[in-house]
C-alpha cells in the first residue's frame, strides 16, 4: 500500500484542483462581464472579486493540505 | 511513520572543513513539515519555531503601538497619518457589514487587532531571517531548523484565533441578546414550548416545529465547521505559499521568486482582511435574534433601495 501513497497525493491534487479552477474562471468571467456592462464599477467590484477569489481558492487549500498529511 | 508526513524539499549538500583539516561532505536536509519544528525542549512544554515568530510578531506590534501611542496629536504627522488613514478605512468596511455604527464600534477593536497580528506574522514569514536557526541530529544527518517559521503557518496558531473568534461571536451574543435567546439558537427549547401555545390555533405547527429544532442542531455543527474552515483556509494559505516559495528557490535561486513573493505579500494581506471580515461577520451575526432579525433586514433593503449610491454598499456586504 505504502508505494501507492504518491498516486494518492497526485489524483486527490488534481482530482481537488478542479472544482476551485472552474469557480474562479466563473468569478473572473462574471466580474470582467459586470466591469464591461457598467465600467464605472470596476473600483467596487475588484474588491468582492478578490475576496471571493480567495474563496474559491481556498478549497484547493484544502486539498493541498489533506495531500501533505497522507 | 513521522518520515512519511515531511516532504523534503530542498537538499542541501554543504561541505563542512572538519577540526582535523580534512574535508567531509555532510548532508544538511531542510524540510518542509506540515508542522511547527520545535527548537527548546522545557519539562512539558516545547517552543517551536511558529511559537517564537508569533512571539515576535506580538512585540513588534507592542513596540509599533507604544511608538504611536507617545507621538499621538491632533494635527497628525508622519506615520500617524498612515495608520489614521488603515483605521478610517477598516471602520469604514466594518460599518458596510454591520450596519451600524455602535455595533462596529464595539466588534472593530477585536477584528482590528486580529488583522494585525495575522497580518504581522504573514509578513514575517516571508522575511529572510529564515537563514538563521539551528541543526539538529535528524533520521538520516543533519537536519536545519529554523528560528522563524511564518506564526500563522502553524495549524494550532491558527485553530486558537478561529476558536476564540466563534466563541467570542457566541459570548457577544451573550452578552448582547441575553443567554436565553443565544441557547434557542442551536437547542431551539422556545419553539418546542410553542407547540402547546399554537396548536389550536395553527395545526400545522407540530410538523413546522421539530423541523426548526433539528435546524437548530445543525447550526451547532455549523459552528464547528466554521473554527475548521477558518483555521484551515489561513493555515492551508500561509503554509501553501511558503512551500511554493521554497520549492520555485531551490529550482532557480535568483529573480525568478520576486513575482511569487509579491503574490505572496498580496495573499498574506488578503488571508489577513478575510480572516478579520469573518470575524466581523461573525460576531454581527452572535448579535442578531431570529424574531426581529428579518424585519430588521427587509428595513434596511427598503431604505437602500431608493438611494441609488447605498445600494452599491449593500451589494458589496452580500
Known amino acids: 500500500m505504502e508505494e501507492l501513497t504518491p498516486f494518492a497525493k497526485a489524483i486527490l491534487m488534481a482530482v481537488g484542483a478542479i472544482a476551485p479552477a472552474i469557480s474562479i474562471g466563473w468569478i473572473g468571467k462574471t466580474a470582467m462581464e459586470s466591469i464591461g456592462r457598467n465600467p464605472e464599477a470596476a473600483g467596487k467590484i475588484l474588491v468582492p472579486m478578490l475576496l471571493s477569489c480567495a474563496f474559491a481558492e481556498a478549497i484547493a487549500i484544502y486539498v493541498l493540505v489533506i495531500a501533505f498529511s497522507i | ?318
Not at chain 2, 572538519?18 to 518542509?32: D, L, M
Not at chain 2, 508569533?54 to 504611536?68: D, N, Q
Not at chain 2, 500561509?238 to 513573493?261: K, N, Q, R, Y
Open chain 2, 1 to 318: 511513520m513521522e518520515h512519511e508526513k515531511n516532504l523534503i524539499i530542498t537538499e542541501e549538500t554543504q561541505e563542512i572543513q572538519s577540526q582535523t583539516g580534512e574535508q567531509t561532505e555532510q548532508k544538511i536536509s531542510q524540510e518542509t513539515t506540515l508542522f511547527a519544528e520545535p527548537i527548546y525542549h522545557t519539562e512539558n512544554f516545547i517552543i517551536t519555531n511558529a511559537l517564537i515568530t508569533s512571539w515576535v510578531a506580538v512585540f513588534v506590534l507592542i513596540i509599533v503601538s507604544f511608538f504611536l501611542r507617545s507621538k499621538l496629536r491632533e494635527i497628525p504627522r508622519g506615520i500617524q497619518n498612515v495608520f489614521e488613514m488603515i483605521i478610517e478605512g477598516a471602520l469604514s468596511l466594518c460599518d458596510q457589514i454591520t450596519n451600524n455604527r455602535v455595533l462596529s464600534e464595539k466588534i472593530f477593536p477585536f477584528a482590528i487587532s486580529v488583522f494585525f497580528f495575522i497580518l504581522t506574522n504573514n509578513w514575517l514569514g516571508l522575511l529572510p531571517f529564515g537563514g538563521f536557526g539551528i541543526l539538529e541530529k535528524g533520521n538520516e544527518g543533519l537536519s536545519f531548523i529554523p528560528f522563524l517559521r511564518g506564526g500563522t503557518a502553524d495549524i494550532n496558531t491558527t485553530l486558537g484565533l478561529a476558536i476564540m473568534a466563534v466563541f467570542g461571536a457566541n459570548l457577544f451574543g451573550v452578552f448582547s441578546v441575553g443567554l436565553w435567546k443565544t441557547f434557542n439558537k442551536y437547542v431551539n427549547l422556545e419553539v418546542l414550548g410553542e407547540i402547546g401555545k399554537k396548536i389550536i390555533k395553527d395545526p400545522t405547527i407540530i410538523l413546522v416545529a421539530p423541523v426548526t429544532f433539528f435546524v437548530g442542531l445543525i447550526e451547532l455543527v455549523g459552528e464547528f465547521a466554521k473554527m475548521a474552515s477558518l483555521s484551515f483556509r489561513l493555515f492551508g494559505n500561509i503554509f501553501a505559499g511558503e512551500v511554493l516559495l521554497a520549492s520555485i528557490a531551490s529550482m532557480m535561486a535568483f529573480i525568478v521568486p520576486i513575482p511569487f513573493l509579491f503574490l505572496e505579500i498580496l495573499v498574506g494581506f488578503i488571508q489577513a482582511l478575510i480572516f478579520s471580515i469573518l470575524l466581523v461577520v461573525y460576531f454581527t451575526i452572535g448579535t442578531s435574534d431570529h424574531e426581529s432579525g428579518e424585519p430588521a433586514r427587509n428595513a434596511s433593503h427598503s431604505d437602500t433601495s431608493g438611494g441609488h449610491k447605498e445600494k452599491h454598499e449593500v451589494v458589496i456586504i452580500n
